[in-house]
């Protein structure tokens, strides 16, 4: 593959979509289908077959389309309409209003894209989300497409790649939050022959689906991040491990490998450079603590997914004791933006020391639940209340979840706090990979400490004491106040284990797994009161 | 405290011709195709458990003598892992969605519902072997909340009342 | 070979750059309470009562996987690792089944003695009592799930030192154990050499040798130092 070559598949793909009167796009990202799109898009074929229109109107699939709650969703171009809870049997009326005939019974209700759920959407990472088929890497590179990889290959040095991404400010997209640009210079300086990529797109949290849709729905940005960061820290054998849940995800991503190769992006002498580079997709199953960086490790290696003490880091002795360079889905689908505008361009959105944007699930009890990517800074209240639309039937927003089992609720009176690396750990929670869960006035907050607590339980991987004995402890005491069996003491043992489990823990999971039970009882002490045994 | 002396029944020893069986030429196959690394362990494990339907102590040691692995360690991956089950499944197989979104819209009541309906908890199998109960943590399904998923078809927007209707249907078809 | 000086505890010493702190504690006089470690055999920082405090980590640091560095200023003895170190025995005790009167190491028990010297003389965490196993399939040895605290001391003398890989953990979290074979009894185990390390490197009475009572029991140093010296100078026999 050369670079004209390159060029005239994006023209070619461009004009072969430009001839269309109509483009038809249809949302085929695991929410979308598990609300039935899959019926919708085999009668939109069969109905523009019928009608002899296959030379005006294409129907294509593409990636997640964002208000996953009122799917399945469909967008029609250039006429900027998105339809949304479209059945089968309305098909017809959709594609009769292509032909001008107005048929406004049987359509199915337009979506008001003026509102503030797709007007303070910033799309980086999923600018190409909803716009091409995430099973064709033609409509990839007509979206120009690997080319940063070529531009990386033949026009920079592996170093001004990472001074690029340093200077653009990326922090690790996973929750963690350490600069990206760091982490690659360190691989990159650590001497040996043999290092290796790793993408972790293993995102257990559960509320979270950030990395899901963006495999789903963009795929080939992930792979085009992944070879120019082996490029940059001098690897050329990468890894991605993906959980077993994402059947979909896994599959386009073997797709879009296999085209990869296919057209001489992967494999040897990439661009007629002299770098090589391959994928190897490893699939979990079932094990959140795999989405520690040295559990994952261990589980790429066929062991147990457990994690082991650090230092050493991964960036010194990683996958086999080699240099490894562990970033997580986000991150990578940032990379490709970053070089074709330059890290300055980057910089210039979010704020002080959390740059560009972020992408969130946005779910739980909010009127528009979705995927929402905004810049940085972004006030938590304009994320619920405007982006979310607020809580359905009048409601009122009790707390707001971040982090997943690691992270903490950030409650009501403290909303307007910007979506920040820092500002977030300050609140006794962290940004975690993107799950934002609104919950209304009528959450039990103990409740939903002891619901983390029991996922941590059984997500302990065993191995040190305070996580596989602590939690279960932990587990039981919220249990005792919930059925109101407990006493001051029992509070008193819950707030020193908390501290204890945290402490001394040896991987993330155990350090975490008690901040949701420490902020609720920073927030909502009150709730824990009440519960005590009135002796 | 109870202690209980070991007492299960002698290993079925007897070992069975494999040889003919064709989905232990499917584990053959994936096994040479990963080059019997041992690395390659899980992947082998997956290919395995979808032959097989489970993963048979028989069959983990099959794989454990062509990795030349330690069978405890096969073992060890094995039970770590919560997708590899060690216990054949029902006849369908029911998974209720206990991520955060799908339990702050109430996934819990879904389960505790299914759960009195068959008599079983989650992770169990009905003794006439017709359905399997079981729960995950998030299917990413987060958008159309409570998720639940039968026979391997997610759903959206579930309630008690409509999960029930589903599994009322699998047991009418016995 | 660097030297480094650090301090700990207020003494200054010095150690060689490879030692870990637990190492050149140990050297120094200064005893840090340990249950996973286990001399000649790989660490896993498991037990965690071996973590430390250092001077500008805002983490705990596990003793016996953290090397030493110049002019580390340690401590082992705060009242915060003591209270948690007494915590992490609470845990151990309320996770399993130990009963030192009925013990056959009762006496010579590394858990019962680090029990005593972190002051814990009761649990204030309730005792799960868990429903464990007994295996006596063995000739020579048994093993009681009730006692074990899944330090991993068995599974890493068996695989790196005699190379049989007999144990391994199974199962997760809470309902880890130590597992032989295919989940078989320990007696049909055919990679079982019978060498009894793993007996040896039990710190508590969960694999013992049958037959043995607790009066019998000594605390045999030499068994360690013929660990130690395998492993090291790869001398395999006694």
Redo the contacts between chains.
Sequence with gaps: MDLEELLEIKETTQAKHQKKRKRVRCCTA??C???GAKAVIDNLNTEVKHQNLTEEIEVTSVGCLR???Q?PLIEIDPDDTLYQQVKPEQVVAIIDSLNGQQNRENLPQKTDLTHPFFAYQQPIVLENSGKIDPESIDDYISKGGYQQLRHVLLEMTPNDVTQEVTKSGLRGRGGGGYPTGVKWATVAKMPGQQKYVICNAD???????MD?AVLESDPHRVLEGMAIAAYAVGANHSYIYIR???PLAIKRLEKAIQQAKRYGLMGSQIFESPFDFKIDI???????VCGEETALIA????????P??RPPYPAESGLWGDPTLINNVETYANIVPIIREGGDWYASIGTENSKGTKVF?L???VEN???IEVPMGTSIRKIVEEIGGGVPNQGTVKAV?TG?PSGGCIPAHLLDTPVEYDSLQKLGTIMGSG?M?V?DQD?SMVEIAR??MD?C??????????C??????LY?LLTKLIERKANQQDLD?LE??CQ?VK????CGLGMTAPNPVLSTLQYFREEYITLLQST | METRTLNKKPQNHQKIDKRPDKRFKVIDITMKRNHYRQDALIEILHKTQEAFGYLEPDILEYVAHALKLPLSRVYGVATFYHLFSLKPSGEHTCIVCLGTACYVKGSDRILATLQQELGIQSGETTSDNQISLLSARCLGACGIAPAVVFDGEVTGKQTPENALKTIKIWQEEE | MTVKTLTINDQLITASAEQTILDAAKEAEIKIPTLCHLEGVSDVGACRLCLVEIEGSSKLQPACVTQVQEGMVIQTETEKLKEYRRMAVELLFAEGNHVCAVCVVNGNCQLQNVAIKVGMDHSRFPYKFPKREVDLSHRLFGMDHNRCILCTRCVRVCDEIEGAHVWDVANRGGQSFIVSGINQPWGEVDACTSCGKCVDACPTGAIFRQGSTASEMTCDRSTLEFLHRARTKKEWTR
Aim: net charge neutral; with cysteine; proline share 4%.
């Design positions: 695991a929410g289908l598990s609300s208000l996953c709650s799917g995102e257990g949290d559960p509320g979270a689906f899901r077993a849940e994402y490893r699939v979990g199953a079932g094990a959140f589980s790429v290696e066929g062991k147990r997914g457990t082991r003490p699930a779910t739980g009890n639940n979705g995927l979840q997943g799950g869960i919950m959450t619901f983390y996922f339980q059984e997500e302990s991987c065993g191995k040190c004491v305070p596989r004995a602590g939690t279960v402890q039981d043992k020193a284990l204890m402490d001394t823990s040896l």
